[in-house]
């Protein structure tokens, strides 16, 4: 055979391999989306409630546990007297809180200097739960294997609804969103949320739960255009009983309505210079740090 032959009949196998690997390929996607499609999956969906749309917090934000403003925050008073339901917290966490309320009161003031930064501020990221009474907008997608909600502030819970459980204790460790598994009931949607980080803030009352924080959801719609979240948290480290909490968020009607995300380090006029949260009017420039102190003068 010569080599123009030889090279006529490796050029047509190697075509001949080409059209086989497609061909297989093309039945692998055709298989796959036939799994993805199939009469179960799709009779999952239609039981799924329609939690399409743009949420929003139907309250204010100001405080993690109650839906009520209060004069308080940005005033410089204590943000929490007659205003909410007090966290549960035994003899130590309380301490450790009634010390943080002050350090946070100052926070609201006008370039005042403080030695706690809300962590909001500090991560550009809330977290888990305080996410659960955020001022963000929210989106829902909803599947058969995972629930999804997502936060204009570029944060997404993944609640998995496949079955599966939380990792072993070995293989799970604090993150801000910790790790969510779900499961429905009729039309509600049951979370159950661990491995948290602790020290995060709940609230700009610098309340806060420890690494052992367990929160478990009922999330439901209760109108048209209302889904309620009703969660307890659980907390051995700082609580000396579970903390029961629900809040609602309303489906925005406008028509022309856009998820619009928000980051937090564009166009800041809360920077962290020096350890200060300093507010920047318009038209002004955030220093670089602070100035340094005058010379003491020659003796």
């Not at 205003?83 to 100052?106: C, F, G, I, S, T």
Request: aromatic residues 8%.
């Amino acid at each position: 055979m010569s080599d123009g032959a030889r090279s006529r009949d490796a050029s047509s196998a190697g075509v001949t391999r080409r059209i086989v690997q497609a061909l297989c390929l093309v039945s692998m996607c055709a298989t796959a989306q036939a799994a993805v499609n199939s009469p179960d999956r799709l009779k999952a969906f239609a039981q799924l409630p329609d939690w399409s749309g743009i949420w929003h917090l139907n309250s204010s934000a100001a405080l993690f546990d109650r839906s009520v403003r209060t004069a308080g925050l940005g005033g410089g008073s204590n943000p929490t007297r007659d205003v909410r339901d007090h966290p549960p917290y035994n003899v130590e966490w309380e301490a450790k809180y009634q010390a943080h309320l002050v350090m946070a009161e100052d926070q609201t003031r006008l370039n005042a200097p403080v030695g706690e930064i809300d962590t909001n501020t500090r991560y550009c990221a809330a977290g888990w739960p305080r996410l659960f009474a955020a001022p963000f907008l929210m989106q829902f997608v909803v599947t058969p294997e995972e629930t999804l909600i997502l936060y204009s502030q570029r944060e997404v819970r993944h609640i998995y609804t496949d079955g599966r459980k939380h990792p072993a204790e070995d293989d799970l460790w604090p993150t801000f969103w910790g790790h969510s598994i779900g499961h429905w009931e009729n039309d509600t949607l049951v979370v159950d949320t661990v491995a948290i980080k602790g020290g995060l803030w709940l609230d700009p009352t610098a309340a806060t739960l420890s690494d052992s924080a367990h929160t478990v959801e009922r999330i439901r719609m209760i109108a048209p255009a209302m889904i309620e979240d009703q969660m307890v948290v659980d907390d051995p480290v700082a609580l000396t009983k579970p903390w029961k909490l629900s809040r609602q968020y309303a489906r925005d009607t406008h028509k022309e309505i856009w998820f619009s995300d928000e980051e937090c380090s564009e166009n800041n006029r809360n920077p962290i210079v020096d350890g200060k949260v300093i507010t920047v009017l318009p038209g002004q420039g955030a220093p670089a740090s602070a100035p340094a102190p005058a010379p003491a003068p020659k003796q």
